[in-house]
Nanobody
Framework: QVQLVESGGGLVQAGGSLRLSCAAS????????LGWFRQAPGKEREFVAAISWSGISTAYADSVKGRFTISRDDAKNTMYLHMNSLNPEDTAVYYC????????????????????WGQGTQVTVSS
């Protein structure tokens, strides 16, 4: 099991940028596929972005494609989500997630595929 802690959330104006971080402890996540999800008030948790443990493969929700970039630095046991051109619809609590993965190229895009979750960080985009 790996413990995950998100940081970097906050209040930003529409059109602005933020970088979220997800730091892992407990064990290295070099063989973990990783993902970002978000949950807005009254809505279900939804997929945002994912990256394979090799870093070769990534996936994005259509709503963030071209604006968000997921990356990982296994030497620092940290994953990032770079968010640009933010709009009010991006307002949500953002969660990072991890799962052990046998294949370096596999990404996971559903909540049920992940075994470890962080507590979330709030992102609020004002219009």
């Amino acid at each position: 099991q790996v413990q995950l802690v998100e940081s970097g959330g906050g209040l930003v104006q529409a059109g602005g940028s933020l970088r979220l971080s997800c730091a892992a402890s407990g064990r290295t996540f070099s063989r973990y596929a990783l993902g970002w999800f978000r949950q807005a008030p009254g809505k279900e948790r939804e997929f945002v972005a994912a990256i394979s443990w090799s870093g070769i493969s990534t996936a994005y929700a259509d709503s963030v494609k071209g604006r968000f970039t997921i990356s990982r630095d296994d030497a620092k046991n940290t994953m990032y989500l770079h968010m640009n051109s933010l709009n009010p619809e991006d307002t949500a609590v953002y969660y990072c997630a991890a799962r052990r993965s046998p294949l370096g190229s596999t990404v996971a895009i559903t909540t049920g595929e992940y075994t470890d979750w962080g507590q979330g960080t709030q992102v609020t985009v004002s219009s």
